[in-house]
């Protein structure tokens, strides 16, 4: 049965007539056009679908749309602010940090997610939080120089 779902996505109030228990990364994409959230294994495995809510990541295909309901929700396209990229964004440039950019946004995502509680994050404490999210291309190595890049540049604002 669907009900009228109020939540913050990327900073703006969001009002959606909608069934509760359909999952938010199916919500993010189809209804509302933010096909920066990525589906990929749809099993909460990859991390892929990663978005944070209130500030915590959170595997999207694995979330019902019931549980974000009177919380943010921000996805990889609000992240850059009047044109400008997130500073792990322009780490992840940077620092090449991707190669077919599949698993990125979710990378992203959580590495945000780690500096903002830690932005001197060791490297066992990088790869400790960005265990859940996988990459098949190999670009470990370089996500996480990029995520300690960004640490540095940020100094705890996210």
Same mark, same amino acid.
């Given at each position: 049965?669907?009900? +009228?779902? *109020? $939540?913050?996505?990327?900073?703006?109030?969001? =009002?959606? +007539?909608?069934?509760?228990?359909?999952?938010?990364?199916?919500?993010?994409?189809?209804?509302?056009? =933010?096909?920066?959230?990525?589906?990929?294994?749809?099993?909460? @495995?990859?991390?892929?679908?990663?978005?944070?809510?209130?500030?915590?990541?959170?595997?999207?295909?694995?979330?019902? *749309?019931?549980?974000?309901?009177?919380?943010?929700?921000?996805?990889?396209?609000?992240?850059?602010?009047?044109?400008?990229? =997130?500073?792990?964004? #322009?780490? $992840? #440039?940077?620092?090449?940090?991707?190669?077919?950019?599949?698993?990125?946004?979710?990378?992203?995502?959580?590495?945000?997610?780690?500096?903002?509680?830690?932005?001197?994050?060791?490297?066992?404490?990088? @790869?400790? =939080?960005?265990?859940?999210?996988?990459?098949?291309?190999?670009?470990?190595?370089?996500?996480?120089?990029?995520?300690?890049?960004?640490?540095?540049?940020?100094?705890?604002?996210?």
């Amino acid at each position: 049965m669907e009900q +009228t779902i *109020l $939540f913050t996505l990327n900073g703006k109030a969001m =009002h959606l +007539t909608a069934d509760p228990q359909r999952m938010l990364v199916w919500v993010l994409r189809d209804d509302l056009g =933010h096909t920066g959230t990525k589906v990929g294994c749809g099993a909460g @495995l990859c991390g892929a679908c990663t978005v944070l809510v209130d500030d915590e990541p959170t595997l999207s295909c694995s979330t019902p *749309l019931a549980d974000v309901v009177g919380r943010s929700v921000v996805t990889i396209e609000g992240l850059a602010k009047d044109g400008i990229l =997130h500073p792990v964004q #322009q780490a $992840f #440039q940077e620092h090449n940090a991707f190669q077919c950019g599949y698993c990125t946004p979710g990378m992203i995502l959580r590495a945000c997610a780690l500096l903002k509680k830690k932005p001197r994050a060791t490297r066992a404490e990088i @790869l400790e =939080h960005m265990e859940g999210n996988l990459c098949r291309c190999g670009a470990h190595v370089r996500i996480v120089a990029a995520i300690e890049a960004a640490g540095k540049s940020m100094g705890g604002a996210l």
